[in-house]
């Protein structure tokens, strides 16, 4: 079946820094998905992309769809104690509704 | 903005118990998707219902049932509960299948 990959597993940053995260895949998706979960809670959705070479922000947060469909990265600047969490890249290749998640990257942000 | 709502967020259950789960999808969201996490893994899906039609099927295993209802609220059955059952249970809703999931905050089921 289909599979993302996310790796590292931890990434430590400084809190200030910049941290850019990989999701890629040896199948064409045509949704990618980036969500934060945190302990305990549900993953929380931070960016949607729809077509191939998207661009898009959220505050800090910069993600882009490959424009080979894929991949897709995740940039974090200026890091802030707060975005610790498990970061996910999930998405969709079009046969059937369900989403692929990739296994995440625990996010720690060091002070 | 509404949410995706869970009931409950904490269950405990003894083994061969039965126990179901509620989700209340946003509001006009007609999919609803299950999945079950464990301890350091991602979500597994397990089940999804479109227009209260079961949609697609992942992992689910037989002694898990679910439904989703006219209100499009869905309940997730399990039956029989294994020590292995326990994790977290997670419904999302989207406006169609296929569409940008958006994710409750949780079950957190732990089966003693």
């Known amino acids: 079946g289909q599979q993302l990959n996310q790796s590292p597993q931890s990434m430590f940053i400084q809190e200030g820094e910049d941290v850019s995260m990989n999701c890629t895949s040896s199948s064409i998706f045509n949704t990618w998905l980036w969500y934060k979960q945190e302990p305990g809670e549900g993953p929380v959705l931070l960016i949607a992309l729809y077509k191939a070479g998207e661009l898009t922000s959220n505050g800090r947060l910069t993600a882009q769809f490959g424009i080979t469909r894929k991949d897709s990265f995740l940039n974090i600047s200026a890091s802030i104690p707060s975005d610790v969490g498990i970061y996910f890249c999930a998405g969709y290749t079009g046969a059937n509704s369900k989403l692929t998640f990739g296994k995440g990257i625990t996010l720690s942000v060091r002070p | 903005a509404a949410g995706v709502i869970q009931s409950p967020r904490h269950l405990i259950k003894e083994k061969r118990e039965t126990a179901t789960l509620k989700c209340y999808p946003i509001?006009?969201?007609?999919?609803v998707y299950w999945y079950q996490q464990g301890p350091g893994q991602d979500p597994q899906f397990l089940i999804s219902?479109?227009?209260?039609?079961?949609?697609d099927k992942g992992s689910i295993p037989d002694r898990f049932s679910a439904q989703q209802f006219s209100d499009y609220h869905s309940e997730l059955n399990m039956s029989s509960l294994e020590l292995g059952d326990s994790a977290l249970y997670f419904c999302?809703?989207?406006?169609?299948?296929?569409?940008?999931?958006?994710f409750g905050p949780g079950t957190r089921l732990t089966v003693l």
């Open positions: 509001p006009r969201h007609d999919t």
């Open positions: 219902f479109y227009e209260k039609m079961q949609s």
């Open positions: 999302a809703s989207s406006l169609e299948a296929g569409d940008t999931q958006y």
